[in-house]
């Protein structure tokens, strides 16, 4: 559902969206997210973005590989400018500041996009289904939070591959 910029009054637009997207590119549009983006038309082409997301995506724990449900709720709050405003140095010469500025380039935006890119920032880089996660054994692979295998290991975090290098290193 793409905004042509031409049709957006004066005053802005307010959008309530509520519906699901494909946050991971794995061909499921399975995240269910409700949002509301204000848009208001700034001097210069510029766009200012505002407004409020919600969603619980599923993530995978990168210790244990459990599915887990994650908390998002996230202020949006930047402003898009044409790109043509961008200096030939590449610059952006109309307005300071620390906003951040995204910039777009066709006669439309596609809000979707936009909240898309704001739930992608809001998770974090290696999720844990929780800080405690103890992670997969890393000799039979048994999840260490269900069960105790008794296997002589590397400690959590620890990957094999890695332990050998250091011993390699060592010799
Ligand atoms: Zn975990
Ligand atoms: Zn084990």
């Known amino acids: 559902m793409a905004i042509k910029i031409n049709d957006i009054p004066p005053e802005g637009l307010t959008l309530e969206l509520g519906q699901k997207l494909e ?7 399975s995240t269910a997210f409700k949002a509301v983006l204000a848009i208001k038309p700034m001097k210069g082409g510029i766009l200012h973005i505002s407004g409020r997301v919600q969603s619980d995506p ?10 887990f449900m994650f908390n998002i709720d996230s202020e ?9 405003s961008l ?9 300071g500041g620390e906003l951040d500025i995204e910039f777009y380039q066709s006669d439309e935006i596609e809000p979707l996009d936009i909240i898309k890119e704001q ?4 998770i974090p880089m290696v999720p844990l289904h929780d800080s405690g996660c103890k992670g997969l054994c890393s000799v039979c692979g048994a999840d ?8 002589q290991r590397n400690a959590p975090g620890d990957f094999g591959a890695f332990s ?8």
Do not use: M, Q, Y
Not at 23 to 29: E, Q, Y
Not at 164 to 171: E, F, M, S
């Open 23 to 29: 946050l991971f590119d794995r061909g499921t549009a």
């Open 58 to 67: 599923l993530l995978e724990c990168s210790r244990c590989l459990e599915s």
């Open 76 to 84: 949006i709050n930047f402003d898009l400018a044409p790109i043509s």
């Open 87 to 95: 200096g030939p140095e590449g610059e952006h010469e109309l307005i």
């Open 119 to 122: 739930l992608l920032i809001s």
């Open 144 to 151: 260490l939070n269900k069960v105790e295998c008794g296997h």
């Open 164 to 171: 050998t290098l250091k011993d390699l290193l060592k010799k």
